[in-house]
């Protein structure tokens, strides 16, 4: 029997039983992320430490899935995210990629390069990260450590947003080899901070982060996940209509100027920037002598902190 033939035969209670049933029989077997489930809050766990929780080319996609798990689950009335270890996530694991000859690594591409491919996997990748936005259920990040680059385009996307006072945030890639694709930034900070971030790549700590107002609030480190308990507790009995209704509306307004159209935009400058005359040297330094060698050199011409 298909899905909208038993939608159509379940009355709506029933049916979201069915939905609860049918998530928790889905394969929580995931590689690079961990599920957990308790007291109505479903926790997702980016799990790459050994890596700085850096994005593989699984990653997007288990966070996706995840969220349709919390999503299907009647259960639950709120999605956390975090990092294992000391950091939430370190962006896409560039050093497999840029060191990499092109066309050997998932994403890359043997020149000349294709737009269309490029776009079809960022597309995806950040497609997968707004599951957060598009939660039915809210979703909260604790930022445990540091939150860098593709790190900061899932953190973004959350709807209410913790980090440690002492762990750093921005988006680096932005100096020669990317752009955000989850595009939040203006969104989050206006016109004139989000330009002050971008054009210089910076990174801020927790405590600066709030200050301007990229992220809701920040605490010490030993007692960020306290804070953030505390927080979520006073939405855990609420019931999921209602989250699910006062998080639309505000959505929407963000929305309506045009948040998706900015995406778009985002992900082909992203692929453009990685195909720059700079952005192929770049990658090229970072083939024949290491990944760490080409940002040490780039550091140098740059003559900021990367």
């Avoid at 699984?58 to 956390?80: G, K, T």
């Avoid at 860098?148 to 947003?161: F, H, M, N, R």
């Amino acid at each position: 029997m298909s899905f909208n033939a038993v939608s159509q035969r379940l009355q709506p209670r029933r049916f979201i039983a069915f939905l609860t049933a049918a998530a928790r029989k889905m394969s929580t077997d995931f590689n690079s992320i961990r599920y957990q489930v308790a007291d109505r809050v479903a926790t997702i766990t980016l799990n790459r430490p050994e890596r700085a929780n850096a994005i593989d080319e699984y990653m997007p996609f288990e966070i996706e899935s995840a969220v349709q798990l919390a999503n299907f689950d009647e259960s639950v009335r709120v999605i956390r995210l975090t990092g294992s270890g000391k950091f939430f996530c370190a962006g896409y694991d560039l050093k497999k990629y840029a060191e990499g000859e092109r066309g050997s690594v998932h994403g890359s591409q043997k020149m000349p390069w294709d737009p269309y491919v490029d776009y079809q996997w960022m597309h995806k990748a950040t497609e997968a990260y707004m599951s957060l936005w598009r939660s039915l259920k809210p979703t909260v990040v604790e930022i445990n450590g540091d939150c860098i680059a593709g790190g900061s385009d899932i953190a973004l996307c959350c709807d209410v947003s913790f980090i440690a006072d002492d762990a750093l945030i921005g988006y680096p890639p932005a100096r020669i080899w990317g752009c955000p694709t989850g595009a939040m930034w203006y969104y989050r900070l206006g016109l004139e901070k989000a330009k002050r971030m971008l054009l210089t790549g910076a990174l801020v700590s927790g405590e600066k982060a709030v200050e301007m107002g990229l992220i809701g609030e920040c605490a010490p480190r030993d007692q960020l996940s306290s804070v953030v308990d505390d927080f979520v507790a006073k939405m855990v009995d609420i019931p999921t209509n209602q989250l699910w209704m006062q998080k639309t509306v505000i959505n929407n307004a963000v929305e309506m100027q045009g948040l998706f159209n900015t995406q778009r935009l985002a992900v082909l400058f992203d692929g453009m920037s990685r195909h720059t005359p700079e952005g192929v040297a770049f990658q090229k330094e970072a083939e024949s002598h290491g990944f760490k060698a080409a940002i040490a050199k780039l550091r140098g011409k740059i003559g900021s902190k990367l």
